[in-house]
């Protein structure tokens, strides 16, 4: 009679570790995400459309309004209700590309398979930043160009080179990135899509107005703002010296154009690495 000889189990395989996820892999992964979201590309078609026609619309009202030729004036291109609505639409999508994964349960996911939260973070803001940039520059770029087409009926217009034309492009064309990375923070530090959009219209456009210039101390809260830091970038003229209020400085309204995406961005990553998701 034979018996069957006990075979001792096998230790079974230890399942294999994948490579971990490369930071062009993460951005590679963020930007499918954008991408594929229909609303995006509409978003940012009617915000395009709507500012550059605000710009047209305020030429022309400042066109009309003059009595003859006059010089170009950056506000014509840039108006600020055209631009506060750019602020709001960057801000609400860049928050939107975090809160929306912790409204659906995603972001569980995306921790899961990186474990570098951090990086996933700094990966959001940098797709974040490129495309609002690129968006900005767009803007920029054809409010300035539909003003001049405007005004150059009166022969009013002025060459890009002019004295304060570059430096009132490139801080609209920056504003939209800058409101997206402070709307990406703030979604990051709150995680709820009410609160962040609440937040993010009382810090960008309500709190602004709220502090006069005529005070030092009030002065330097409203120049800390980065609607504040905007408007003193698009004007040309210098500040009357016999004025009582106080006026931001050009190179200060630069650093708050850094500081604000640059805080709010380093204390998401700050946040997400010591908070569970």
């Known amino acids: 009679m034979t018996t069957l000889a006990s075979i001792p189990p096998t230790a079974s395989a230890a399942p294999l570790a994948g490579p971990p996820a490369r930071f062009r892999d993460l951005l590679a992964s ?91 973070v700094l990966a959001k803001a940098a797709v974040t930043a490129a495309l609002w940039t690129a968006v900005g520059t767009v803007i920029s770029t054809g409010s300035f160009l539909v003003s001049q087409a405007v005004l150059s009926g009166r022969h009013a217009g002025v060459p890009l080179t002019h004295p304060g034309v570059f430096r009132a492009l490139a801080a ?55 609607s504040a830091a905007w408007k003193r970038l698009v004007q040309s003229w210098e500040p009357d010296p016999g004025s009582l209020g106080y006026t931001a400085t050009v190179p200060g309204s630069w650093i708050v154009y850094a500081l604000w995406p640059l805080i709010t961005v380093a204390l998401a990553v700050l946040v997400i690495r010591r908070r569970d998701v």
Do not use: Q
């Not at 954008?34 to 047209?56: C, E, K, Y």
């Not at 609209?172 to 402070?182: F, Q, R, T």
């Open 30 to 120: 963020e930007w499918i995400k954008m991408r594929s979201l229909r609303s995006t590309p509409w978003t940012i078609a009617l915000t395009v459309l709507f500012v550059i026609g605000s710009s047209a619309v305020a030429t022309l009202a400042d066109n009309a309004a003059r009595s003859g030729p006059a010089d170009f004036l950056p506000y014509d291109a840039y108006p600020p209700a055209g631009y506060w609505t750019l602020m709001l639409v960057a801000s609400t999508m860049g928050a939107l590309t975090v809160v929306s994964e912790y409204g659906s349960g995603l972001i569980r996911t995306t921790a899961v398979a990186v474990p570098a939260r951090g990086s996933v």
């Open 172 to 226: 609209s064309a920056l504003l939209a990135p800058v409101c997206a990375l402070i709307g990406l923070g703030l979604g990051v530090l709150l995680r709820h899509s009410a609160a962040t959009m609440v937040t993010s219209v009382l810090t960008l456009l309500m709190l602004p107005p709220m502090f006069s210039e005529s005070d030092r101390w009030s002065a330097d809260i409203n120049h800390a703002m980065v």
